[in-house]
Structures are given as C-alpha cells and as structure tokens.
C-alpha cells in the first residue's frame, strides 16, 4: 500500500497472528519471568544474596498480556488503515481462480497471497478429546499454576515452556517421541537439554505419547512402550497444522502438499496470480522467515521482477538457557555435502572474558568452513540468538573467513566469541606453517 497498491488486508481473527498473540512474544514475556526467577535464586555467586524468587503466575500472566499490549499497536487495524490498506475483519474463502469471499464482501484481485499461518496440530492420540489440555492458544492465558506440568512434544514450544515453567516453580515433564531438540545438531542440544535436566526437568525420550487419561489436576499420559507419566496440567506442542480449512482451496485450483500449501521457488502455488507465504507455505516456520517470504512475492507483485526464495541463509534461536541458535548448515549436513572439503572450527565461551565476568561461561560456537567460507554456523551459550546474526549476514552476502577476522570486536564483549571463532580458522593456518615461520625467520634475521 505505502508503494501505491491497492491492497485488502482480510483478518479473520486477531490482528498480529501467532506471533504477537499466542507464539513469539507471549513465550519470550513467559521467559523473561523465568530468568528473572531464576536470577534472584542464583545471585550469591555476584556477591548478593540468593532470594526465593516466588513467582505469582497470574502476575505472570499479566506481564504476558501487557507486553502483547505494548506491541500490539504495530500490527493494529488503525496502523494499517493509516497505509491506506482496506482491512475487512473477515475470514476469506476463494470462490473463483481470482476472487475471494469475506463476509458479505466479494474482493476480486490481480494477485492474491495466501499467509494464513498455523495452528497447533492436535493428533489423535487415544483419550485426549476427553481431558483437559493446553496448547500455546491457551497456555498464556491460563492463570493456575501447574503444579505438574506434562509437556507432549521436545520441540522448541515444549523446551521453552518446559524451562519457563521449571523457572516459575511447576514440576515439568516432557514427553517426545524422538529426540528432544531433533531438528538442531545433537552435540549443542545436548547443552541445552543437560542445563533443564540440572533445574529439574524430567525429559523423557523415545516416549511416543500413545493414550492419555484422567481429569483436571490429575492427568496421565501413557507412552508406547507402556511408560506412564503423571501430572496436574497438560501442554501438547507436537507441531503445527496449515491454517488451510476455510480457504476452499480447490475453488482457486490451489494445490495444498502435506504440510500446507504447494508453491514453486517463487513462492507462487499451482495458480499462478495466487502466492502463499509463512507458516502456511509448509517450509520453515518462523516469523522472520514469514517477513523474507513477503519480501521475496512484493518485489514479484509489485514490480514485475523475477525473485526466489532461499533457505541456506535463515537462522532459528531456541530461547532457552543457553540459547541454541543455528545458520546454514549443520556439522552433519556440511559433511555430507562436502565431504572433506569442510573445516570445522570451534570457540568456547569459556575462553570469552565477558562471558567469565557474567559467568556465563556454559556453551560453545562450531563453524563449518569451505573454501575460506562459512557454510554454516552452530552456537549454544548466553546470547546464541544475537550472536548468530553476524553469520546470517556472512551467509547471505557469500562473505569469506577473511572480511569477519577484519572486523574488530569492541572488548569485552560476547561478540568476540564471534571473532575469536574466525580466528581460531586462521591460527593452525599462520601458526602450524613451516612457510610463515620461515619467512618470519628470515625478515628477523635479515630485515634490519
Ligand atoms: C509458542 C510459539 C512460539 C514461537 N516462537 C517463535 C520465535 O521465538 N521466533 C520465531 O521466529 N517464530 C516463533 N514462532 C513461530 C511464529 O509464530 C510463526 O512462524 C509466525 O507467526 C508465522 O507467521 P504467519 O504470518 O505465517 O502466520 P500467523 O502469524 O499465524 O498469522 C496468520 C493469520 O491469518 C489469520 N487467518 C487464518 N485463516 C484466515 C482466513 N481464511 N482469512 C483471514 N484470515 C485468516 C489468522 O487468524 C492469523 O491471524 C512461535 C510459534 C509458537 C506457536
Ligand atoms: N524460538 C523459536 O523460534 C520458536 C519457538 C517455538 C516454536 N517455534 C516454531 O513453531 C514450530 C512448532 O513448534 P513445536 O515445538 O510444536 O513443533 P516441532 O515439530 O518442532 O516439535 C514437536 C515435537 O513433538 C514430538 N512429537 C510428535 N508427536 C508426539 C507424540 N505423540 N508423543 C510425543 N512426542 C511427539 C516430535 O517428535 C517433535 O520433536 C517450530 O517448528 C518452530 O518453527 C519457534
């Protein structure tokens, strides 16, 4: 709208989505109660004395609402209605290749992009349709503690909520099918899961929650291999589901895949005036990978121009502590495409002077190198999340070992982890060479 489109907004529920409402900013709120628990309880070791750390979870909950509140104006119909967007408060249905219904209004459209995002997948476990549960559309706004919360799922939702809860004072217990954290380089997931086992969180792997029974406050979730697990509250976070149900998809011959909606590298689905972008596309599911998506389809709505979209340079942060953060590929997935050509660097934080002053010393960045370029970065540790930005940038620009050993880092800062991390590349290179030592040899001996 703001470059002179003339564009329908229709929203048929909450302005802002899942992220504002019910995923990114209520789950960061919920841990920034954590740590600040946590933090009165772990104080003595700078010297002030440890406190309780009593968290009143409805308070809690209401630093949630109000966080959501301070941002919510951003996303709000007012703001958008200033750009000069139409926005109808409206779910949409395609009832032709190039209409879409809303209300009792009949929009019809050059192009139309689909970014209707997810919801929680609730599967058909055996019993759960007969016991109270929550999921992350509920969960923030629930205002009993749990005495015992039972988390179904070692995704990033059951990690996060798993340490925020543990940090508020709940009993936790998650309960994964496969491997906790499956989808991030097990050597870094295992600093994470190691750090919420030592506060207290039971994680229970290879328990594919089979059946599940009781009533409000005494929940019980059966495994497959017969492991019974018992607890006051229950949170399913097994994965999403594409919001595709009230599109009337086959109305605009739009071919939904299996986890959302068809689309080409273009982000164009099987009719070609019709995009579909974000959690609903079926790729990576994240806020920001949503933003790159609506960048990627306005410069072809808009202008006309070829654009596709990549996934070698996106990042995700898990959020708990240490935070787990990951760019490009992994140490698995670099050797597999690379083979021997990959080098593989590390930096410890406990080298990091800040980290030492913060004692924040837990965590390690690995980068996997190929011909002089990063292909891909790891990092768990304090601030995993920031730091990986530096490799995002590097990733997206194709930059060399070289440009970020250029850079100086500001001491004493975490971000020289970074550096130190590049550096680390060169050092076998210019210490461990008979070639450097010989020329330095010479220029002592002869240069006067
Ligand atoms: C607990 C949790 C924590 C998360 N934390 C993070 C995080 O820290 N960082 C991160 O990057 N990502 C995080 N995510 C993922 C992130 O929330 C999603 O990737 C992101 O919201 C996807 O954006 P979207 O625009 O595709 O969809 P959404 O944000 O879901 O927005 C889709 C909107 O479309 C509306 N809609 C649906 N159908 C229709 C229709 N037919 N007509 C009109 N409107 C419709 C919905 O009401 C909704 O408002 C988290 C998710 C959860 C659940
Ligand atoms: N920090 C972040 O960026 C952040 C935080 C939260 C969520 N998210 C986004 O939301 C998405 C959804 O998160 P999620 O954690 O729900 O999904 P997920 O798919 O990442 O993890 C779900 C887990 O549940 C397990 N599971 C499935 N069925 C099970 C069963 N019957 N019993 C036991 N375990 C079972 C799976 O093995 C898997 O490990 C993420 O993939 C991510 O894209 C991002």
């Not at 939904?256 to 990576?284: C, F, M």
């Not at 006309?304 to 992994?330: F, R």
């Not at 140490?331 to 004692?359: C, L, P, T, W």
Request: hydrophobic share 40%; aromatic share 6%; proline share 4%.
């Amino acid at each position: 709208a703001q470059m002179g489109a003339d564009v329908v907004l229709l929203e048929g529920h909450k302005m802002g989505g899942d992220c504002l409402n019910y995923g990114c900013v209520p789950s960061k709120a919920l841990i920034a109660t954590g740590k600040a628990a946590y933090g009165q309880r772990h104080s003595a070791q700078y010297g002030v004395a440890d406190a309780a750390g009593e968290v009143d979870y409805a308070a809690a909950k209401d630093h949630v609402a109000d966080v959501i509140a301070q941002i919510a104006p951003v996303d709000s119909q007012e703001r958008f209605e200033g750009f000069g967007v139409n926005v109808i408060r409206e779910f949409g249905r395609f009832i032709s290749e190039n209409e879409v219904q809303a209300g009792d209004t009949v929009i019809k459209a050059r192009r139309i992009v689909i970014a209707t995002g997810s919801s929680p997948l609730v599967p058909p476990i055996k019993g759960l349709d007969g016991v109270p549960y929550e999921t992350n559309e509920t969960l923030f706004d629930l205002r009993e503690k749990p005495g015992h919360l039972l988390i179904v799922g070692g995704g990033p939702i059951g990690m996060e909520m798993a340490q925020a809860h543990i940090r508020m004072g709940c009993k936790v217990t998650v309960i994964e099918g496969g491997k906790a954290m499956g989808k991030d380089d097990p050597e870094l997931a295992a600093v994470v899961l190691d750090t919420l086992r030592d506060e207290g969180v039971v994680i229970e792997e290879d328990a594919k929650a089979t059946e599940i029974s009781g009533t409000a406050g005494a929940i019980e979730v059966q495994a497959e291999d017969g492991r019974v697990f018992s607890g006051t509250h229950l949170l399913m976070a097994v994965g999403r589901k594409a919001n595709t149900d009230k599109l009337d998809l086959e109305k605009a011959g739009v071919k939904p895949s299996k986890n959302g909606i068809e689309v080409d590298a273009s982000l164009r689905t099987t009719n070609k005036k019709v995009y579909a972008i974000g959690d609903v596309a079926g790729g990576l599911q994240f806020t920001h990978v949503a933003g790159y998506h609506a960048g990627v389809i306005i410069r072809s709505i808009l202008f006309g121009l070829p654009s596709k979209a990549k996934t070698s340079h996106i990042p995700w942060a898990t959020y708990t502590e240490p935070e787990l953060s990951q760019v490009g590929m992994t140490e698995a997935q670099a050797k597999e495409e690379h083979g021997s050509a990959v080098e593989v660097v590390r930096f410890h934080y406990n080298h990091n002077d800040r980290a030492i002053a913060e004692r924040k010393t837990k965590g390690f960045i690995k980068l996997m190198v190929v011909k002089g370029r990063p292909v891909g970065a790891s990092i768990v540790g304090y601030q995993a999340g920031e730091l990986i930005n530096l490799w995002a940038l590097a990733l997206a620009n194709n930059m060399k070992m070289g440009q970020i050993a250029a850079m100086v880092a500001p001491y004493p800062t975490i971000g020289e982890v970074n550096k130190r991390a590049a550096g680390a590349y060169y050092s076998p290179r210019l210490f461990e060479n008979v070639w450097v030592k010989r020329v330095v040899g010479f220029v002592q001996r002869f240069v006067p």
